[in-house]
């Protein structure tokens, strides 16, 4: 076999991993949350189309104040787990995957991904505000950056070997495998730039770990949305609005989130303790705003058929913003683009559903500015805005609104640059 087909079997074998990564993630996901929100507070947020229960709902009765207590639980077990074992697995874990690939020649040590997953299902099951694609893009970077050292190859091909795993594990967790190659290629730099040699290898490993992921948890987008398709010209002055209300949500998300991260750096207690008052701080808001707890893709699926009120989207996207700065800006494990899909959906929701009440001759469906307003709002706080954009349409299945899309992130890119999560 010649090198450029060892090259296409590492990449596979990458795929197989991470994929096997997302279901191990998922599964244990699904089981914290029937033990903690499920049986301990009785607390069942609605799910995605895309997602069923993996164990019989309990019958246990709302206790509203167990959740203020909750996500501290989660907090100072994975505070603990993560600064006794591999404190570099702190925070969102993407950005430890950047540093790895630009600073430390693509090298991972074999223990982190481990211990991000677990801290991360800890944080997340208990209440905790965060994403999916944090964990699961370091088991899969972990796991490249791995068997390149084993095999004793490049420092070029660890580093690519490293980002073909972040795309194999964010693509196969969202459901998303062109957009997770893009994803990792794009995510590198703070500009809107590619690694043009990470596409093929990342694609390459996002469709295993994409069919792998399917074939356990069934085919299909991760949300249910009618056909959204854009019509009219004069929507684009809504959608103007929108972007500055994305921009303006984004700022204080990054300002929010960094905010604490570096209020909890200067404060002189054990590091482990943190992550406890991050998220006793989370569990006071989600015991006044529950819907700002955990994942919230459900919500965001509500806010796609345009079932929720206005002041309910407001209340889920602003608190989301503080939720997800305190449980992981406070050293708490998880990934920041998840939230960012609900606040920029509930965003979006709540302007689509204010003009609709205006105009609605010309916003006919508010429910198309969930789908846009979830791609620019993550395009503004993160500074990707070419792979987003496919990210929310292959989540959503709204391949219609590419145009509004495409206006909405590249202006509220341009806007945002200066600030990047």
Known sequence: MGMEGKRIFYYVLIGIIAGLGSILFHSMCQ????????????????????????????????????????????????????????????????DAAIDSYHNKQGFIRGRIPFIKTIASALTITSGGSGGREGPIA?????????????????????????????????????????????????????????????IIPAGISSVVAYCLF????????LFDSRDFIFENPLELGPYTVLIFVLVGAAVLYVKSFYGIHHIAK?????????????????????????????????????????KLPTLFLLGLAFGKILTTSFSIGSGGSGGVFGPSIVIGGALGGAVGRMFHAIIPGIVTEPGAFVVVGMAGFFAAASNTPISTIIFVCEMTNSYHLLLPSLFVCSLAFLLARRWTI
């Open 31 to 94: 089981i914290g949350f029937h033990f903690l929100l499920d049986q301990m507070a009785g607390y069942r947020p609605p799910r995605p189309a895309g997602e069923s229960h993996l164990l019989a709902l309990t019958d246990t009765p709302f206790r509203r104040w167990v959740l203020l207590f909750l996500p501290a639980l989660g907090g100072i077990i994975s505070g603990w787990l993560v600064y006794t074992f591999a404190p570099e697995a702190e925070g969102h874990g993407t």
């Open 138 to 198: 370091q088991i899969g970077a972990g796991f490249g950056s791995y068997l390149a050292t084993r095999l004793k190859l490049s420092n070029r091909d660890r580093r690519i070997m490293l980002a073909a795993g972040v795309g194999a594990g964010v693509g196969s967790i969202f459901r998303a495998p062109l957009a997770g190659a893009l994803f990792a290629a794009e995510v590198l730099y703070r500009e809107p730039e590619f690694e043009t040699e990470v």
């Open 214 to 221: 399917c074939l356990v948890f069934g085919w299909g987008s």
């Open 266 to 306: 200067r404060i002189k207690i054990p590091n482990h303790i943190k992550p406890a008052i991050g998220g006793l701080c989370t569990g006071i808001i989600g015991f006044f705003l529950p819907q700002t707890l955990s994942f919230g893709y459900g919500y965001a699926q509500m806010a796609l058929a345009n």
